[in-house]
Each structure stands twice: as C-alpha cells, then as structure tokens.
C-alpha cells in the first residue's frame, strides 16, 4: 500500500542538539511538505518542495532545514537555533501544486520533545 | 494568515447535527477539509473549488461561499465514529504556486 513513513514516532532531544527527522513516501507524489502542529494553533507550514532539488520556507522556517534529493525522501533537521522545538511534526505530500490538485496525504507523525 | 474556524469545540450526542465554519479574509481559490482523531495523521475529507459548489461524503457535506470567503462543513446525524478534530484548509494563489493555510482546528465530540 501506498503511503508516508515518518520516524522515529518518538524522539528526545537535550538543548543544543540537531536531530533530523526522516519521512519518505512511496505514492510518487511530486510536492512534500513538513508541518508543525502545537495545541490550539492548527497546522503551521515549516517547508515544502516541489520538486527535487528544490524547496521552500513556510511560515515558520526559522530554526529548521530541510534537502529533496530523492523524490521520496524529504528530512527535516531541527536545529539547535529553534528556540521551541518540542512538538509534533507532520510531513506530507500532494500529487503536484497546482490549484486545486494539492489534496495532502499526511504521516502518522513524530512527536520531539527537548528535554 | 489563518482561517478562522467556529466553534473551537462542540459536544454532540450520537444522532445530533453540526456546522463547523471557515472565515478567511483573502481571495480563496479552494477549501479543503480534514480530520484528524487522536494521535493519529489528519485525514482528507473534501475540498470545495471557487465557483460556490456543495459537495457531500456519507452523511457530512459542505459548502463554498466564495462572495464571502467562507465555507461551512455539515456533519448530518452524527456518529461516534465523527469524533475528532477538523481543520480547513484554505487555499490561495502564491506567485505561480498555490498555498493551502490551515485553521486551528475544531474539536468534536460525538457521545451516546
């Protein structure tokens, strides 16, 4: 079946540390994306890519760094410079971007905690 | 900016129905919506084109008022399986790319 692989599904992380998160996705979808989710402020966008190679900072860009060098891999690396890092992330990806036709399929997520 | 979504939270017993709404104050070209249960990835329901239609999934519709950049979701005798947390998703023209902005979210509870 297809689908979206995050882990790890729990990580702990001391302050200072970079820990890279790991999603891949076997659908062939050209767009992924990584979400932050807190309680109560929904769904924030970190970055997204469109294609290999290439990607973009979201609203919430600062902190984190993300590579697309594999259409079905997109990490993300939570930088000791994120001031708030505990959370839970969601990647994601879409068929495309075009309006319209970027339905999500989203990960089972990872929950990070800074210790 | 973020969609503004109403009610935050609603309770319902099995059976009941309910309106959650999405408000945005930006030109929207669609509306998604999705929902997610308790730790677990959101789910994909429906999205809504401009052009006003209404769409429906089993016994949850929803709506797309495009003059007013607002979109109601419908849920219809409300099952416990209804459960969970529901986010629009707002969708707007960036540059040549689209963006899809997410509320914060209403949580339902649907009890027998």
């Known amino acids: 079946d297809g689908g979206i692989t995050q882990s790890p599904k729990y990580l702990f992380r001391k302050e200072g540390q970079n820990v890279t998160l790991s999603c891949e996705q076997n659908l062939n979808h050209d767009a992924m994306y990584w979400y932050r989710q807190d309680p109560g402020q929904g769904l924030r966008l970190i970055y997204y890519?469109?294609?290999?190679?290439?990607?973009q900072k979201g609203d919430i860009a600062e902190g984190y760094s993300v590579s697309r060098e594999k259409k079905e891999s997109f990490p993300l690396t939570v930088t000791s410079a994120q001031k708030n890092p505990t959370a839970f992330y969601l990647c994601a990806s879409s068929p495309g971007q075009d309006p319209g036709a970027n339905v999500l399929t989203f990960g089972a997520g990872s929950r990070l905690t800074v210790l | 900016q973020q969609p503004v979504q109403s009610p935050q939270a609603v309770i319902l017993r099995e059976g009941e129905d309910a309106v959650i709404n999405c408000s945005s104050s930006k030109a929207l070209y669609s509306v998604h919506w999705y929902r997610q249960k308790h730790g677990e990835a959101p789910v994909f329901l429906m999205i809504l084109l401009k052009g006003g239609e209404q769409k429906g999934h089993d016994k949850i519709s929803a709506s797309f008022n495009e003059k007013k950049q607002q979109s109601s979701l419908y849920l219809t005798a409300s099952q416990l399986s209804y459960s969970g947390t529901y986010f629009c998703g707002t969708e707007r023209m960036a540059g040549t790319a689209s963006k899809l902005t997410f509320g914060t979210g209403t949580r339902l509870q649907v009890t027998l």
């Open positions: 890519s469109q294609i290999v190679n290439d990607f």
